[in-house]
């Protein structure tokens, strides 16, 4: 089994700058993909931010390109997600995910993932 949890959220202000972690242990040598996702309040989980496995690809969605950056320390087990310039529609409840497959490519599907974290709470205020 594998364990994620996450840290660095909180409570910014609009164009502030939070870093989030993501650290993995248990048999964390299944673990590839990792990716980003959050959740706001009644709406459903969507695609932030992922890495592949192989070459280290990176993907983002549209609303985070350019202000977000995923990176990942293999000889850490730690995911980060540096966000900048953040924005109030930013707000919600930030996810770290993993795959127990190698892929070559990023995946930006949530179900496509194995393991999840507990999420950590960001909120910008205006």
């Known amino acids: 089994q594998v364990q994620l949890v996450e840290s660095g959220g909180g409570l910014v202000q609009a164009g502030g700058s939070l870093r989030l972690s993501c650290a993995a242990s248990?048999?964390?040598?299944?673990?590839?993909?990792m990716g980003w996702f959050r959740q706001a309040p009644g709406k459903e989980r969507e695609f932030v931010a992922g890495?592949?496995?192989?070459?280290?690809?990176?993907k983002y969605a549209d609303s985070v390109k350019g202000r977000f950056t995923i990176s990942r320390d293999n000889a850490k087990d730690t995911v980060y997600l540096q966000m900048n310039s953040l924005k109030p529609e930013d707000t919600a409840t930030y996810y770290c995910?993993?795959?127990?497959?190698?892929?070559?490519?990023?995946?930006?599907?949530?179900?496509?993932?194995?393991?999840w974290g507990q999420g950590t709470q960001v909120t910008v205020s205006s």
């Open positions: 248990g048999r964390t040598f299944t673990t590839y993909n």
């Open positions: 890495v592949s496995w192989v070459g280290g690809s990176t």
């Open positions: 995910a993993a795959t127990s497959v190698q892929y070559t490519v990023v995946i930006v599907h949530p179900s496509s993932y194995d393991y």
